[in-house]
């Protein structure tokens, strides 16, 4: 299978890795176009691949075509597309908060698009994927997805109306979780714990309580109950956190989120 990428940024460069890294395509099937030369050389250098800043030539003779890049680069990274592009090539863009029917009108309506929104844990293989497909893309095609998208990380095929909620839910949200997991590696810090240890201890307690969440299936308030003991240190934790609406400020924070992804 035959890849190319119109953008080898870090996004770009995530999914590149993961389809190396899983077996799905090898360095000599994967070409990249980026007008950034910093960003080829780097992906010729870590991942082995062509690169070329034509982004016509690029497509040629891919049988899947990724799009990455900012969505203020959409509209000249797409020109000249509805002609190179042909009706047998599966066309796949995680460019944010660009339509189905918006990529149709600047790549071509008649093509096979697949609408993606990964998150910034595909960089360590870890990431969750929505997506959508026109008409046009087959059974075959969703399965070709499933194997590129799965090769880092999860993937969900989903309506098209549930994307921005997509966006805000796990686009945008790794941000608030590191926010999270700094504020309580400041708190280790003020009680007198070393930094480099606080980030440490933090991090992983995100990543084991995570874990417990999607291989135990138990609710997450069940698993929050099995840690808060009657008049504990924990529930004390609880309260404070009530105290300064914790949830209501993150669910109005992924709301705020995806009343922004839905303007875009």
């Known amino acids: 299978m035959k890849i ?11 999914i590149i890795g993961g389809l190396l890294k899983g077996g799905v395509a090898s ?10 030369a910093p960003a080829r050389k780097k992906a010729e250098q870590t991942l082995q691949i062509r690169t070329t800043d034509d ?6 003779g891919a049988d899947v075509v ?3 890049v900012k969505p203020i680069a959409l509209g000249e990274a797409a020109q000249g597309m509805k002609e190179a592009l042909t009706g047998d090539q599966l066309v796949i863009s995680i460019v944010a908060g660009q339509s189905v029917e918006r990529l149709g009108e600047l790549l071509g309506a008649d093509k096979k698009i697949v609408r993606v929104m990964p998150n910034t844990p595909a960089l360590v293989g870890e990431g969750i994927s ?3 497909a026109n008409r046009y893309v087959t059974d075959d095609d969703k399965k070709t997805v499933s ?26 949200s790794p941000a608030y979780v590191f926010m999270f997991i700094e504020a309580m590696a400041d708190a280790a810090v003020l009680d007198g714990m070393p930094r480099a240890k606080a980030y440490t201890f933090a991090a992983q307690t995100v990543l084991g309580s ?6 135990t299936g138990k609710h997450p308030g069940e698993l929050k109950d099995m840690v808060t003991s009657p008049a504990g240190t924990t529930i004390e934790g609880v309260a404070a956190l009530e105290r300064g609406g914790f ?6 924070a992924v709301l705020a989120c995806t009343e922004k992804a839905l303007k875009i």
């Open 210 to 215: 995570a874990k417990m969440v999607l291989e």
């Open 27 to 36: 360095p000599a099937d994967i070409t990249a176009a980026d007008a950034y």
């Open 66 to 68: 990724v799009f990455a």
């Open 4 to 14: 190319s990428f119109i953008g080898c940024g870090n996004m770009g460069s995530a």
């Open 247 to 252: 949830r209501g400020t993150v669910m109005e």
């Open 147 to 172: 194997r590129i998208l799965g090769s880092f990380g999860k993937e969900e095929e989903i309506p098209e109306r549930l994307m921005g909620v997509v966006t805000s839910l796990s686009g945008s």
């Open 55 to 60: 982004n016509l030539q690029c497509v040629k």
């Open 130 to 132: 929505g997506w959508c």
